[in-house]
């Protein structure tokens, strides 16, 4: 018998236990939970296409076309027209060669990982990366050389005395839980003296950052993708559906259908997954009015909070984090917001490292302001104690 109780217990009593909120709608800026309306600050559906009428009818179209199931992996039974179509669109958007899609981030990161880097090797990740990030490191068996936080210098050093056969950078371009940006433009410089490539995680940054949604090279100001750089992001966040994509080289396109074993031996997204990503991504270059709007409206946020009293740092992305620290404090905040009609879950360790419990909120550009401004008043009433 495998006793789980007892660590259950553990993880209850320091305000740990994860449970599942059952949600009777579709995502969106208000969701309903037994009964009752919220108003959603969790949700990474940044620009609101979940449940947007064209994905829906784009969905619902290539499933009546193509079937609901991809069938195989698309090595196996072959690749649709339809998921080389969108692979075209995101290399465009992306401003690369070609792209690959996975089966989600978490798919996609230890993949390329995994394909890339192996014993011999060093991979250089930034400490707050993704879980999806440490796990492709883990599985990679490379030597990985974890960096403080965005601490160029660090990694200068690190990288100075890396004796690996080949050398990766790995950072979230925006950091998922902290809402930050990888110095990138540093982190691009680096990886020219050192002789190393970088892999940027776009999974936040795609859709919310740079001026067309294009991500954090985009925000950076650099055009197309220089070669030393790989770019993975998702279509489950912004683009309001599912999967995942590298977008690189034509050459490491290859690679990776060769060698990425969640690429490999998994079935391919179901086709209408794949024709919704697409209209997503051409929505989001017919209307980058959508992306000004969540933009704005993170901006409205922050300021918001300011006023409130809490510190909040000046990035223009839609992920802000309210530091508590610990996690039983986090949880017991997130339940009182709740009870208030304000849904924000509590981040709590392993998620972030210990003593940063926090709650994480985000913009969506569907929030309106009666929507902002409510959930600003719902955090000033139960904020006492947590203002830092
Ligand atoms: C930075 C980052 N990378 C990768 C992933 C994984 O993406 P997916 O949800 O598509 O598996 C996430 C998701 O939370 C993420 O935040």
Not at 41 to 54: Q, R
Not at 334 to 350: E, N, S, V, Y
């Amino acid at each position: 018998m495998i006793d789980t109780a007892h660590e259950m217990e553990e993880l209850q009593r320091l305000g740990r236990l994860r449970t599942l909120r059952q949600i009777a709608s579709a995502p969106g800026p208000t969701v309903v939970v037994e009964g009752k309306t919220y108003l959603m600050f969790s949700s990474n559906d940044y620009l609101g296409l979940a449940a947007h009428p064209s994905m829906i009818k784009a969905a619902a179209a290539a499933a009546a076309k193509w079937g609901v199931g991809a069938g195989a992996s698309r090595l196996v039974s072959g690749t649709m027209l339809l998921h080389e179509e969108l692979e075209r669109d995101i290399a465009w958007f992306k401003q690369t060669e070609a792209a690959l899609l996975f089966g989600c981030g978490y798919m996609a990161n230890i993949g390329i990982l995994s394909a890339l880097a192996g014993p011999g090797d060093d991979i250089f990740s930034d400490e707050l990366n993704h879980a999806s990030i440490i796990d492709g490191c883990r599985l990679s068996r490379a030597r990985t050389v974890v960096y403080p936080h965005c601490d160029i210098h660090a990694l200068e050093g690190m990288l100075a005395s890396s004796q690996g056969r080949r050398r990766i950078i790995v950072t979230d371009g925006v950091f998922s839980m902290d809402g930050d940006i990888a110095p990138v433009p540093d982190l691009l410089k680096l990886a020219r003296r050192f002789d190393a490539v970088l892999l940027l995680d776009d999974a936040h940054a795609t859709g919310t950052i740079g001026k067309n949604g294009k991500g954090t090279l985009e925000h950076f100001g650099i055009g197309h993708c220089p070669d030393n750089v790989m770019i993975m992001g998702t279509l489950g966040k912004a683009l309001g559906c599912f999967g995942a994509f590298f977008a690189g080289t034509v050459s490491l396109r290859t690679y990776l259908i060769n060698h990425a074993r969640s690429f490999i031996f998994t079935t391919a997204l179901p086709p209408p997954v794949v024709a919704a990503a697409r209209e997503a991504l051409h929505f989001l270059i017919q209307e980058p009015e959508r992306i000004k709007r969540l933009q704005d409206n993170a901006a409205y946020l922050r300021t918001g909070l300011r006023s409130i009293g809490f510190t909040i740092d000046e990035h223009p992305t839609p992920i802000i984090p309210l530091m508590v620290g610990a996690s039983d404090r986090a949880a017991a905040w997130a339940q009182r917001l709740f009870d208030k009609g304000l849904f924000i879950t509590a981040i709590r360790p392993p998620a972030v490292p210990e003593g940063t419990a926090r709650l994480r909120l985000t913009a969506l550009a569907t929030h309106t302001r009666e929507h902002l401004d409510a959930a600003l008043n719902i955090i000033k009433e139960t904020a006492h104690g947590y203002i830092r």
